[in-house]
């Protein structure tokens, strides 16, 4: 059968009815009873399995090495950075929820290693290990 439509009819198709579903995709999501992640975290052996055999066919590697540096360039500034913004104040209390863990221990290992030594280039390996063993002992609740 031939299709009937160019490439840039089906995605203008495409695009123009998925954007008037919107309340139908918003009446779907508030009908969910279950939290995606939950349902997605009891799929763990499925998702490792599908991983490792898209590593192991190399289908992973291919398709991540075939965007060239400009079209990752380009996409990242005309489609990623305009997000930005929208995308940090939707985060807002979330970040400062973060903050409120992450705050403290940063202050927690930086105490720490003020108190220690900074004389050689021994004692600065020393100070600088320290604080990232410290950080790492962080875990967000």
């Known amino acids: 059968m031939k299709v009937r439509v160019t490439a840039e009819e089906f995605q203008e198709k495409h695009a123009r009815r998925l954007?008037?579903?919107?309340?139908?995709?918003?009446?779907g999501i508030e009908k969910v009873t279950t939290a995606p992640g939950i349902l997605a975290a009891g799929k763990v052996a499925k998702m490792r399995a599908r991983?490792?055999?898209?590593?192991?066919?190399?289908?992973?590697?291919?398709?991540?090495?075939?965007v060239s540096l400009t079209e990752?360039?380009?996409k990242a500034t005309t489609k990623g950075l305009?997000?930005?913004?929208?995308?940090?104040?939707?985060a807002k209390e979330k970040t400062i929820e973060t903050a409120k863990?992450?705050?403290p221990a940063?202050?927690?290992?930086?105490?720490?290693?003020?108190?220690?030594?900074d004389l050689t280039l021994e004692d600065n390996i020393l100070r600088s290990s320290?604080?990232?063993?410290?950080?790492?002992?962080?875990k967000k609740k």
């Open 19 to 27: 954007k008037a579903a919107e309340p139908d995709i918003r009446a």
């Open 51 to 66: 991983l490792l055999a898209k590593i192991d066919d190399h289908t992973w590697e291919n398709r991540t090495k075939a």
């Open 72 to 74: 990752w360039q380009s």
């Open 82 to 90: 305009p997000r930005i913004s929208e995308g940090i104040d939707a």
């Open 101 to 103: 863990q992450l705050l």
């Open 106 to 117: 940063v202050e927690s290992a930086a105490t720490k290693v003020e108190t220690m030594p």
């Open 130 to 138: 320290t604080y990232i063993r410290e950080m790492a002992k962080f």
